[in-house]
């Protein structure tokens, strides 16, 4: 792409050193290490650091413009804009060539089930002989049956993303169902995806250490509802309480359906039923009955279910079909992922209040009468401290034995997070505190019988440990295989 092009389509823009107008620029970087000779950089400020520091770098390892928010002492040519945050989006569609106008986006958003309602809504394409790309927390992949490409976000940075949807396009794929988290919307990760269709699992507390308030959380999110345009659809969690306020911002011309269980929706689950080997339920939609028998347990999948099968109506796919290939799949890596047996040890991600809740509501269902449920869980430090005893009261509330533990301390005393969550026990009886997560583990194994249930709770796929500003290997489910086997 030449630098014209790029002058000619950004509004709001100061030139700076400008010469030659015609250069083609060869890539988009935004790290001043990975920048190639061609690319333009483009200074974003953060968290921790600001790109402005470090354009000099980006200069010198061939950056021919650079992007940015205040003039630079640099002889480089420069493009000053408001918000580079704001503008990266639009460059980088720009630079691929608008590539999800050329593709079926679907976002998926929401607190908890965003993974495996994307991973679901993949299966069913493929079911109804489709070809679809997942993009989300556990990376992304071209077929449901191929491993996962890295990712550092949930949602990708927008050069990056773009980039992807470009290759989607090179290999003739139409259709994406994609992880779209807050933070992605908040920060203008999405700014000028075209997507077609936005997918609300639930909105319960989580993040706030970011967006500080739940009000600031929902707007973030509603941004995904907000931007559908005629012909677009959505697709609404009806029981959640916040599902009247994310219909208020969507266009009456936007196609809108509903699932629930509590409250009347275009599909329905009725007569639930949890087995130890799975669920089934009879699913109503729009007033035809399904019989559907899972693979999956909880109350939480049968949302997830939900969630897919009414894109898979709004889609305008073979029912049948969609649902036979959702009774098929066991679940997703690091959801409710049932490691060992005798005890059964069960990973999961949940790290926030509604997740703790429903992955120990599972549980306690497929929990012999003899058997005890023994939850294992931490918080993440230099995030949202507040959920804290609210997770430590529903463990207690929920389970029989709570062994208290570290998950990603980061930059914080591991034992003033513990102490924080022990704030939500009205009594620590049928507590244990372990700091370290491997010993933590090693206790479950000490006091776990054969018919009991072990909830190891907050990291789920995360191979990894944060602490300090150190990040070491740590995988729950191996330390499961090494310890329980």
Avoid: W
């Amino acid at each position: 792409m030449r630098i014209q092009t790029l002058i000619d389509n950004i509004d709001h823009i100061e030139l700076v050193n400008f010469e030659d107008f015609f250069a083609e620029i060869e890539g988009i970087s935004y790290n001043s290490k990975k920048t190639q000779p061609g690319d333009m950089f483009i200074c974003l400020p953060g968290e921790h650091v600001d790109g402005h520091e470090y354009a000099a770098d980006a200069v010198a390892n061939g950056a021919i413009l650079c992007v940015v928010e205040r003039r630079l002492n640099l002889d480089v040519p420069q493009l000053v804009v408001y918000n580079t945050q704001e503008v990266i989006a639009q460059i980088s569609d720009l630079f691929y060539a608008n590539p999800s106008t050329k593709v079926n986006v679907i976002g998926v958003t929401g607190t908890n089930g965003k993974t495996t309602v994307s991973h679901l809504i993949q299966h069913i394409y493929e079911a109804n002989n489709q070809k679809c790309v997942l993009i989300g927390t556990l990376g992304h992949k071209f077929t449901s049956n191929e491993a996962y490409h890295d990712a550092k976000h949930t949602t990708p940075q927008a050069p990056e993303l773009q980039r992807l949807l470009y290759y989607v396009n090179e290999r003739g794929f139409d259709n994406v169902s994609m992880e779209v988290s807050s933070h992605s919307l908040e920060q203008h990760r999405v700014d000028y995806v075209d997507f077609n269709g936005a997918i609300l699992t639930n909105l319960t507390q989580d993040h706030l250490d970011f967006h500080i308030t739940m009000e600031n959380y929902f707007r973030a999110k509603a941004k995904l509802f907000e931007n559908l345009v005629t012909g677009d659809f959505a697709v609404i969690n009806i029981d959640d309480e916040y599902s009247p306020r994310f219909m208020e911002v969507i266009s009456p011309t936007v196609n809108t359906y509903t699932y629930g269980i509590k409250n009347d929706a275009d599909v329905m689950a009725k007569d639930i039923q949890f087995k130890n080997n799975g669920t089934s339920f009879n699913c109503i939609i729009k007033g035809v009955s399904y019989s559907v028998n899972l693979l999956m347990s909880g109350m939480f999948s049968v949302y997830n279910v939900l969630a897919a099968l009414t894109a898979s109506l709004a889609l305008g796919l073979d029912m049948e079909t969609s649902i036979k290939a959702l009774e098929q799949i066991r679940g997703v890596a690091g959801r409710f992922e049932v490691v060992t047996t005798k005890p059964t040890v069960i990973v999961d991600y949940a790290h926030t209040p509604d997740g703790l809740e429903n992955v120990l509501n599972a549980a306690r269902e497929i929990t012999p009468e003899n058997g005890k449920l023994i939850c294992i869980f931490g918080c993440g430090g230099d995030r949202d401290a507040t959920k804290r005893p609210k997770m430590g009261k529903i463990a207690e509330e929920l389970a029989d034995k709570v062994i208290v533990t570290s998950d990603n301390p980061r930059t914080e005393n591991p034992q003033q997070i513990i102490t924080d969550i022990l704030a939500g026990f009205k009594s620590t009886t049928n507590v244990i505190v372990e700091p370290d997560r491997e010993m933590a583990i090693k206790e479950a194994h000490k006091i776990a019988g054969v018919d009991d249930i072990v909830i190891l709770a907050g990291k789920g796929h995360e191979d990894y440990q944060i602490i300090g500003v150190e990040t070491i290997h740590f995988d729950d489910r191996e330390k499961v295989r090494e310890i329980f086997v």
